[in-house]
């Protein structure tokens, strides 16, 4: 039945049934260990012979409530939480390339992402190939290697807010044997569902519209279930041959389509204890029980504003995929024919000094490292979360000098309006 609700109702529904007399939210299990009343079954859920819940490092019932309650919209067969959105791209694309591997990553992606695989990886012994998302066929071919893993990209770009062709990356990860994995943070699974179009794996940072409120920091990974890896068996040991940490299972062969989130729970989470909070996890639930309805009008008030800024001459150009002029929207029909987010990219006319001038004058807006909650908020990424890039990487990324990320909230869009005009007035 759940496969034929509405978005609405699987934001509302799905993950937690409560029985006779249970709590009708779930309950925040705030443990660190779960009892036991034998040392077999103690046993039992070390050696993953059965499931249950033993430290929380590992796995907590409300984390669990939450992810499926994110599979579900994705339409994925199993997820689990994560510390930080940062933490679910890192154990996303580490549960399967490990040390001299290989991966390929758009690269106008989030700045602390870029920085996780341009830096952390090299020094972890995985080589990363970055390219720009609009490259032609024979470009993404020629980025493969013998030893290439999986492909990456976020759905919607942060901080330049591209549309990723999900169906073309997919076409030519699958035709070299390695999964995609799509971070969906953005439009989140009420504007897109990147397994609809062939991408295997889905990452979020949970802090954004599926929280809603900015109470809380987590990430989600999310596995469709479809990809193969008994197939290509040789490029993914860790998931095809015996784990010697837990007596020489083999994770696709004991756990089916379960394989790659057990695995990333069982090894990583294990050894890196990055998992989201239970209090956090809850604030999580809560949020995304109003998702449907609140990225609705963020993006409904981000076209208007964004249909105004197009009109301003102090602003240069605005990217907002829904707006006929953007070089993206032909992918927007395609992918998110619904809406895209309430995020949008505009460059002024003018130096750093004239951008920085304006940002200090917006009163309604504020100038903060977020995104994508009830507040609206602006920063500027070469100067802000982009700040560790030089001026190549920079332009690679299709980020100008004098460009803003702006983050439409819940506000009336008239006053984020009228706030946008009286900051470009007085900055002149």
């Known amino acids: 039945m759940a496969n034929k609700l509405h978005q609405g109702t699987l934001c509302v529904q799905a993950g937690y049934k409560a029985k006779n007399g249970q709590p009708r939210q779930m309950p925040i299990y705030q443990s660190t260990t779960f009892k036991y009343d034998t040392s077999e079954e103690m046993t039992k859920l070390f050696d993953l012979e059965s499931d249950g819940y033993f430290y929380t490092r590992l796995q907590n019932p409300t984390n669990d409530l939450v992810a499926s309650r994110i599979a579900a919209l994705e339409g994925g067969v199993a997820g689990m939480l994560t510390s930080s959105g940062q933490a679910a791209n890192f154990f996303a694309c580490f549960n399967i390339c490990e040390a001299g591997g290989h991966m390929i990553s758009v690269a106008g992606i989030y700045g602390g992402t870029f920085n996780l695989f341009n830096a952390t990886f ?56 390695v999964p995609l994995i799509v971070d969906n943070t953005f439009p989140t699974p009420i504007f897109c569902r990147p397994f609809e179009w062939g991408a295997d794996i889905v990452t979020h940072s949970t802090t954004k519209y599926m929280d809603g409120q900015g109470v809380q920091v987590g990430g989600a990974v999310i596995d469709s279930g479809n990809f193969d890896w008994d197939a290509h068996a040789d490029k993914f040991p860790g998931l095809t041959t015996p784990d010697p940490t837990y007596h020489g299972i083999t994770y696709t062969k004991k756990f089916g389509k379960l394989a790659y989130i057990t695995k990333a729970t069982s090894q990583l989470m294990r050894d890196f204890g ?44 605005v990217n907002f995929p829904e707006l006929e002029s953007s070089a993206e929207h032909g992918l927007q029909q395609k992918y998110l024919p619904e809406g895209t987010c309430g995020v949008m990219a505009f460059c002024l006319n003018g130096d750093k000094s004239y951008v920085g001038r304006f940002m200090n004058q917006l009163k309604l807006a504020t100038i903060e490292t977020h995104v994508a909650d009830c507040y609206t908020c602006i920063l500027h990424p070469a100067m802000h979360t982009h700040r560790q890039l030089n001026d190549d990487e920079l332009r690679a990324g299709g980020i100008d000098p004098s460009q803003l990320r702006f983050s439409v909230g819940l506000e009336d869009p008239d006053d984020i309006i009228e706030d946008i005009r009286q900051a470009l007035q007085a900055a002149k």
């Not at 956090?280 to 105004?308: C, E, M, P």
Request: charged share 25%.
């Open 122 to 177: 090299k020094k972890m012994g995985i080589d990363v190939t970055f390219i720009d998302q609009s490259a032609s066929d024979e470009e993404l071919e020629a980025a493969f290697k013998p030893n290439t893993k999986l492909v990456f990209g976020e759905t919607l770009s942060n901080p330049g807010v591209r549309v990723f062709d999900i169906e073309r990356f997919a076409k030519a990860a699958h035709a070299h044997g």
């Open 274 to 317: 990055c998992i989201q909070s239970p209090q956090n996890a809850f604030y999580l639930g809560l949020g995304l029980q109003t998702l449907d309805v609140r990225v609705r009008r963020h993006n409904s008030s981000a076209l208007k504003i964004a249909r105004w800024l197009e009109q301003q001459p102090e602003v240069k150009w």
